[in-house]
């Protein structure tokens, strides 16, 4: 079985600070993970994804995550907050990509000028 | 590639009545989705199709939920009897096989009164 924790339903930042948006995962067998972004009102848009190559991995618009076994983490981050971040972020795992994807509950961005 | 579309994006009903959404997949995608996000939460998986088998059901698709995907390409979701409780959006995503990215539709807002 697999399952999400999202720490901080919550994050605001600073325009030009660092974003850093956790999540940590249980995964029975070798995870696939994934970040989607969510905007008001809108599906879900695939930020990037793990899938046991790199571990750090580079997404769209300056995101990235880095996969840590041993931590079973899976964080995003941005250098520099930018206002259009200012959205829903989901971690979502999927064990070994054959099972459906299970997300946390999501983390609310909020950007401050 | 037009992406996933979901018709109706917002449905207001009755309690009691019976709904019914569609979802056009991004075509050739093999792979269906049906995902059910209440607020405040992350989607929680209802069931999937590849073509038109419906291979997997979570317990949270009650008797009163039934997908279809009659042609293998566009699916159905029909709420019968329709609950309070229902109310939620309801995203549709689709994958080109196994192990490869769900793309999301907007999906549709469902509110039972």
């Known amino acids: 079985a697999q399952s999400v924790t999202q720490l901080g339903s919550h994050v605001s930042v600073s325009e030009g600070a660092l974003v850093l948006l956790r999540c940590n995962y249980s995964s029975s067998v070798p995870p696939y993970l994934f970040w989607y972004v969510q905007y008001p009102n809108q599906g879900l848009q695939l930020l990037l994804k793990?899938?046991?190559?790199?571990?750090l991995v580079k997404g769209i618009n300056g995101f990235e995550a880095e996969f840590k076994k041993s931590e079973t983490s899976f964080h995003l981050t941005k250098p520099s907050a930018h206002m259009s971040d200012a959205a829903e972020y989901f971690c979502?795992?999927?064990?070994?990509?054959?099972?459906?994807?299970?997300f946390g509950k999501g983390t609310r961005l909020s950007v401050i000028a | 590639d037009t992406g996933v579309s979901q018709d109706p994006r917002h449905k207001i009903t009755k309690r009691g009545q019976n709904v019914t959404f569609r979802c056009d997949p991004i075509?050739?995608?093999?792979?269906l989705y049906w995902y059910r996000q209440t607020l405040g939460q992350g989607p929680e998986f209802l069931t999937y199709f590849q073509n038109e088998a419906q291979l997997e059901k979570s317990r949270l698709l009650s008797d009163r939920f039934s997908a279809e995907r009659p042609k293998g390409s566009f699916s159905t979701l029909e709420i019968q009897r329709t609950e309070q409780g229902d109310s939620a959006m309801y995203l549709c995503a689709s994958s080109l096989s196994l192990k490869e990215t769900q793309y999301f539709g907007p999906g549709t807002r469902l509110l039972v009164l």
């Open positions: 793990y899938t046991s190559a790199a571990t």
């Open positions: 979502a795992v999927s064990g070994s990509g054959n099972t459906p994807l299970v």
């Open positions: 075509s050739e995608h093999n792979r």
